[in-house]
């Protein structure tokens, strides 16, 4: 460990005192922004327009620096805005698009012509806020972020009811904003300024596996419920245990139970939505023998081609199958009483469904290409008011994407955290290097994100130091697997001050500095 002199503590102290006054300012922030100037302009636009309205922004590389600079390698999940007036409005069309550039200026009149990348978009949806506020909006598809080039937001909708919900900005150089002339479809209006919204951003590194359901069924926050630990995840994020109970003796911990009630299941509050493109899902199931045949339903969406997962019946005895409209199907045998994780992968390149069993490949089904319509509701443990699932069912994951053989073998036995999963290495690559990058957020209260590469798999060591080098926990005494991961760091137990964080691994050793505010 490093020793620190006098000068290094007196910086730690005067960041003791400047940071709470930051954070006094808003009530909740962003990892990144560029600034929340509670006495920075109000504007309408794009909110509190009632005939709708556009806004093109741009932001300089650099200019996202608060706690510091976007690190590279991340992703953009969430986008805030620094709101100036409280206020609740119902839009329609509303829309945000992503872009960068090495441009550092618009040109007045005009929209920035460029590619865009749609993250996210409602054909109506309610958003409200509160004042010298961030509000903020979790995104339908990461944006891979570049911190060395100029961010290009475009934010529109074409007509809304409510009221507030202006912005606050800051005056900048150059064109820095376009607008509209008005609602749908999208003029720009013959002028430009230098004022910036407050804007700022969630990050996820970019080699996380982007899921949408993962039901661990661990920690839960009743013997009812259980949460949705996926990130950023769909539908729910604490669901009801409809007719199911929680029982011991899942694949890692605590799971679910059915006793095949008709109607019973957790209904995700996600209706099926990945149309065409690939997915995987994988759960766990300890299924007793059923002499009688009758079929018990593992997951599924009745309005989404009826896509479903059930055991026995038409599966034949202690087997099960996923089968839908225009989906031929895919058996997998040898289903009970043993314990068993069962994973399909849909690629949409090759149009074909995998089948495995315990992270061995047993089925390839080809396909005429999917394209599913969005579904009226997502069941697991269940589906539409059949008898629901007999027996045991954990660690319910679906990625958005096709995992490979490589990744199935890898993680079907590993316990994932809540969170962003990285403990999967990205869908085409395994890290080339080592790495400890800087926890985010920092300065964090009470918890905050480790993240680290490994190119080789190996014995890692991940430790929390004190100020004075004392050990205060360690995170990571395991061997791991080539990838990358997310450590979670809770430090509630802990005061405020400098922390330390060393890996150790395959003879690669960093060490990285984090401040904790309470």
């Given at each position: 460990?490093?020793?620190?002199?006098?000068?290094?503590?007196?910086?730690?102290?005067?960041?003791?005192?400047?940071?709470?006054?930051?954070?006094?300012?808003?009530?909740?922030?962003?990892?990144?922004?560029?600034?929340?100037?509670?006495?920075?302009?109000?504007?309408?636009?794009?909110?509190?327009?009632?005939?709708?309205?556009?806004?093109?922004?741009l932001i300089l590389a650099g200019e996202i620096n608060k706690p510091y600079v976007?690190?590279?390698?991340?992703?953009?999940?969430?986008?805030?805005?620094?709101?100036?007036?409280?206020?609740?409005?119902?839009?329609?069309?509303?829309?945000?698009?992503?872009?960068?550039?090495?441009?550092?200026?618009?040109?007045?009149?005009?929209?920035?012509?460029?590619?865009?990348?749609?993250?996210?978009?409602?054909?109506?949806?309610?958003?409200?806020?509160?004042?010298?506020?961030?509000?903020?909006?979790?995104?339908?598809?990461?944006?891979?972020?570049?911190?060395?080039?100029?961010?290009?937001?475009?934010?529109?909708?074409?007509?809304?009811?409510?009221?507030?919900?202006?912005v606050r900005n800051q005056n900048f150089t150059n064109y820095r904003r376009v607008w509209s002339v008005g609602g749908c479809p999208f003029v720009p209006y013959a002028s430009a300024d230098a004022a910036v919204v407050g804007f700022g951003?969630?990050?996820?590194?970019?080699?996380?596996?982007?899921?949408?359901?993962?039901?661990?069924?661990?920690?839960?926050?009743?013997?009812?419920?259980?949460?949705?630990?996926?990130?950023?995840?769909?539908?729910?994020?604490?669901?009801?245990?409809?007719?199911?109970?929680l029982t011991s003796g899942g694949q890692f911990d605590s799971c679910v139970y059915g006793t095949g009630v008709a109607g019973a299941g957790i209904n995700t509050g996600w209706g099926w939505n990945l149309g065409g493109s690939s997915w995987t899902i994988g759960f766990?199931?300890?299924?007793?023998?059923?002499?009688?045949?009758?079929?018990?339903?593992?997951?599924?969406?009745?309005?989404?081609?009826?896509?479903?997962?059930?055991?026995?019946?038409?599966?034949?005895?202690?087997?099960?199958?996923?089968?839908?409209?225009?989906?031929?199907?895919?058996?997998?045998?040898?289903?009970?009483?043993?314990?068993?994780?069962?994973?399909?992968?849909?690629?949409?390149?090759s149009s074909t469904i995998y089948g495995y069993k315990n992270g061995i490949l047993v089925r390839t089904v080809s396909q005429t290409p999917l394209s599913f319509p969005i579904g009226t509701g997502f069941k697991v443990g269940g589906y539409s008011n059949s008898?629901?699932?007999?027996?045991?069912?954990?660690?319910?994951?679906?990625?958005?994407?096709?995992?490979?053989?490589?990744?199935?073998?890898?993680?079907?036995?590993?316990?994932?955290?809540?969170?962003?999963?990285?403990s999967v290495p990205k869908f085409s690559e395994v890290p080339r290097d080592y790495n400890l990058s800087q926890n985010y957020p920092n300065p964090f209260n009470p918890t905050t994100k480790i993240n680290f590469s490994i190119p080789k798999s190996g014995f890692v060591t991940l430790k929390v130091y004190d100020i004075l080098g004392k050990e205060v926990v360690t995170l990571v005494n395991e061997n791991k697997t080539a990838g990358s991961y997310i450590i979670d760091f809770d430090g509630s137990e802990l005061s405020s001050g400098v922390y330390f964080y060393t890996i150790q691994v395959n003879g690669f050793t960093d060490t990285k500095k984090m401040l904790l505010i309470k």
């Open positions: 460990m490093k020793i620190y002199n006098k000068l290094t503590l007196k910086i730690v102290l005067i960041l003791f005192l400047f940071v709470p006054l930051l954070k006094s300012v808003i009530a909740q922030t962003p990892h990144y922004y560029n600034h929340a100037n509670t006495s920075g302009t109000m504007n309408s636009f794009p909110f509190a327009m009632t005939g709708g309205k556009a806004v093109n922004t976007v690190p590279p390698g991340n992703q953009i999940t969430a986008v805030y805005f620094f709101m100036a007036q409280a206020g609740t409005r119902n839009f329609t069309d509303f829309h945000i698009l992503l872009a960068q550039s090495t441009i550092n200026t618009f040109t007045t009149g005009q929209f920035y012509s460029g590619p865009y990348d749609t993250v996210y978009y409602r054909s109506s949806i309610s958003l409200n806020c509160g004042a010298n506020s961030w509000m903020g909006i979790q995104l339908d598809k990461p944006f891979q972020y570049d911190p060395t080039k100029s961010l290009i937001v475009f934010v529109g909708q074409c007509s809304n009811t409510g009221s507030g919900m202006t951003i969630d990050v996820v590194p970019v080699n996380y596996v982007p899921n949408l359901i993962y039901y661990k069924f661990e920690n839960n926050p009743s013997p009812t419920t259980t949460i949705n630990c996926a990130y950023p995840g769909v539908g729910l994020s604490t669901v009801v245990l409809a007719g199911l109970t766990w199931v300890n299924i007793p023998t059923n002499p009688s045949g009758s079929a018990y339903y593992i997951f599924g969406d009745d309005g989404s081609n009826s896509f479903r997962c059930f055991h026995n019946g038409v599966a034949g005895p202690d087997s099960l199958i996923l089968r839908g409209v225009g989906i031929n199907d895919v058996r997998i045998p040898g289903i009970g009483p043993a314990p068993t994780h069962i994973a399909f992968v849909y690629d949409s390149a008898p629901n699932i007999v027996g045991k069912l954990d660690e319910f994951r679906i990625y958005k994407g096709a995992l490979t053989a490589a990744q199935i073998a890898a993680s079907w036995n590993l316990d994932l955290q809540c969170g962003p999963i990285t």
